[in-house]
């Protein structure tokens, strides 16, 4: 059973330019997490899907960011526009349920990086 | 305060005992846990404790919790090269509001 999986591991942009973030979650898990964390800093929380559906955003600036999880495929993180203040490693995490012990499970994360 | 605290560093000897220390912030919090992530990796869950629990071992590791205090701890016994990571505490209410801690960075030296 295949981990939580995420594309591109390094991704590196210019001011100005779209990043598209992937997470396959795992087999199974229908609830998707996306978290921000910024040099010597812990995870903050940003958006909480499940298949079509948008639960909790509360953590994602209201300007240039979006996510999805589509029916089939992966969770996209898009941030439109980027700047220097985004450059950060992205880690979406997966679980089979919400609430509860259920531990997430985490992807090994993409390093964004805008020159 | 409203972030969960940890100390930012922390560094042994090979085969002594490793304690990390968290603050967390909510009372009401359900679940505390701690993940450890390796360089260049994700984070991977090593162990939870329900807030109704004071204690929880788990072969090398022990958590300790401090309801009163709203502190937990996270012992690693015989620390091994291995053990070297960074360490997160979180806190959870059950739901999907995870909050985590900066991470200690364990250094352990041979």
């Known amino acids: 059973n295949a981990g939580v999986m995420q594309n591109p591991r390094h991704l590196v942009r210019r001011r100005g330019q779209e990043a598209r973030l992937r997470c396959s979650p795992m087999?199974?898990?229908?609830?998707v997490y996306w978290y921000r964390q910024l040099p010597e800093e812990g995870l903050k929380f940003m958006v909480y899907?499940?298949?079509?559906?948008?639960?909790?955003e509360s953590g994602m600036p209201k300007e240039r960011f979006s996510a999805e999880f589509p029916k089939e495929g992966p969770s996209i993180l898009r941030i439109q526009q980027v700047v220097r203040g985004d450059s950060a490693a992205y880690f979406c995490?997966?679980?089979?349920?919400?609430?509860?012990?259920?531990?997430?499970?985490f992807g090994p994360g993409t390093r964004l990086t805008v020159t | 305060g409203e972030d969960v605290e940890q100390s930012l560093f922390l560094s042994v000897r090979e085969g002594d005992s490793s304690v990390i220390n968290c603050t967390y912030t909510?009372?009401?919090?359900?679940?505390l846990y701690w993940y450890k992530q390796e360089p260049g990796a994700g984070l991977q869950l090593l162990t939870y404790?329900?807030?109704?629990?004071d204690m929880k071992q788990d072969q090398r590791l022990t958590v300790l919790l401090n309801k009163k205090d709203k502190h937990l701890s996270l012992r690693i016994a015989d620390t091994q090269t291995g053990d070297s990571a960074i360490y997160f505490c979180?806190?959870?209410?059950?739901?999907?509001?995870?909050?985590f801690g900066a991470g200690t960075r364990l250094t352990v030296k041979p």
């Open positions: 899907l499940q298949k079509e559906n948008i639960i909790d």
């Open positions: 995490a997966s679980s089979p349920s919400a609430g509860g012990s259920y531990e997430q499970y």
């Open positions: 404790i329900f807030s109704n629990m």
């Open positions: 087999k199974g898990h229908s609830h």
């Open positions: 909510d009372s009401s919090s359900t679940y």
């Open positions: 979180a806190e959870s209410m059950g739901n999907n509001d995870m909050r």
